[in-house]
Structure formats: structure tokens, C-alpha cells
Nanobody, 118 residues
């Protein structure tokens, strides 16, 4: 079965940087898309960034220009480089993968906490 393990979260001051990693048990070629979502307390889970199996990327408007999603050379790890972090970036960040076959299924990691301080 698909396993997704996030890491890299932590406490950082506003303006700082973090790199999140999502280690998958299968390569991105097993999926149509992988990405990062986040959920702050009392808020709806929202898309941060996605990357397809052919490398097309999509970003939340507020993340564009600050965040970069990419894959490792093995295509089994997805990164989210977060620069110029802001207080509103504080959330639990979740890795997501959507399978191609059998019928599309979403898998989620356990999440990693990102806390941005002033």
C-alpha cells in the first residue's frame, strides 16, 4: 500500500525558510499528482502546491514566488521549499498523492507542523 511520510517541519522566525520532505513508498510515476496541503487550527485544509508526474506545478497564490515544489532524482520524494515564511503559513502540512491505477485514490501523510513566529 502507499505510504507517505512527511518531515522537515519545525519552528522558524518570520522571513526564514524550511524545506519539507515527503517520502513515498512509490515514485511519482505511480501517481497523477502529488502535492502539499495545509490546515491551520479551525481552518479548512487548503492546497499549497502540487506537481504532476510530468512536472507541471501549481501553487496557491500566496505561496507563488515564495514556495517551490520539486521531486528528488529518484522521484520518490517530494519537497516543498518554503522561503520568506509568514505568520499565516503556520499550519500542519500534509503530503498528498493521487493514484492513477486502479481507480484514482488519494493518500495522505500524517502531517508535519510548521510554526512561524514573529
Amino acid at each position: 500500500q502507499v505510504q507517505l511520510v512527511e518531515s522537515g517541519g519545525g519552528l522558524v522566525q518570520a522571513g526564514g525558510s524550511l524545506r519539507l520532505s515527503c517520502a513515498a513508498s512509490r515514485s511519482i510515476f505511480s501517481f497523477s499528482v502529488m502535492g502539499w496541503y495545509r490546515q491551520a487550527p479551525g481552518k479548512q485544509r487548503e492546497l499549497v502546491a502540487t506537481i504532476t508526474n510530468i512536472g507541471r506545478t501549481n501553487y496557491k497564490d500566496s505561496a507563488q514566488g515564495r514556495f517551490t515544489i520539486s521531486t528528488s532524482s529518484t522521484k520518490k520524494t517530494v519537497y516543498l521549499q518554503m522561503n520568506n515564511l509568514k505568520l499565516e503559513d503556520t499550519a500542519v502540512y500534509y503530503c498528498n498523492a493521487r493514484t492513477i491505477q486502479p481507480p484514482p485514490t488519494d493518500y495522505w501523510g500524517q502531517g508535519t507542523q510548521v510554526t512561524v513566529s514573529s
